[in-house]
């Protein structure tokens, strides 16, 4: 990849995770990476493209970190609370870099384009189940563990698990706030599986 590309992706997962999708024009991406807006479209045929682009990327971040913390080298119990660790580390570093909580970048994106945007819709969809797959894999261990009941759907309860944590970031967001997420997230995530915090 060109430095150009890289500078023109890093510079819109910036913009769009600190604003928005609609709030980040074409123009300001291109001010803001020192590009021209011929080089956009030459790498780009659209913003949304450079969107799905962007997406692409913070999704292989979030899957190599992912990769980690849901290894089943540890318990299962605690892979999720080292994602709930590895989720609030992250937001308290993007709100320190800029300036306010930015919540999920992929809820932002989905809730703006999903409907308008077939690709993006769709793009959407690969990272909710990328998501819920590591969450059903654990959940089936905590099963298996004999620690929640062999009643318990996994499916449902990973999708659920995957609404929590999304709905918590976008009231993060709209608060600005981290507390939330910082002092109830992991007992209520625990909760919703069925166990207590330990």
């Not at 590009?35 to 999704?59: I, Q, R, V």
């Not at 992929?106 to 993006?120: H, I, M, N, Y």
């Not at 905590?142 to 698990?161: F, M, P, Q, R, Y």
């Amino acid at each position: 990849m060109t430095d150009t590309k890289q500078r023109m992706l890093d510079t819109a997962k910036e913009l769009i995770w600190r604003d928005s999708y609609n709030a980040t024009s074409v123009d300001e991406i291109c001010k803001k990476s020192n590009t021209k807006k011929g080089s956009f479209y030459h790498y780009f045929p659209s913003k949304a493209h450079l969107a799905l682009e962007t997406m692409d990327g913070c999704m292989q971040e979030t899957k190599e970190k992912y990769d980690e913390v849901f290894s089943p080298t540890y318990p299962a119990l605690e892979r999720f609370s080292l994602m709930v660790d590895y989720v609030i580390e992250q937001q308290r570093e993007i709100s320190k870099e800029l300036g306010h909580v930015c919540g999920c970048p992929f809820a932002t994106l989905g809730s703006e384009l999903a409907a308008q945007d077939k690709e993006v819709g769709e793009k959407i969809a690969i990272i909710c189940a990328t998501k819920t797959k590591y969450y059903s894999s654990a959940l089936r261990d905590l099963v298996n563990d004999g620690v929640i009941s062999k009643e318990t759907n996994i499916e449902a309860k990973a999708d659920a698990i995957f609404a929590l944590i999304v709905g918590e970031l976008i009231v993060a967001r709209i608060k600005n706030d981290l507390s939330s997420i910082e002092n109830n997230l992991k007992t209520t995530l625990f909760d919703l599986i069925g166990v207590k915090e330990t």
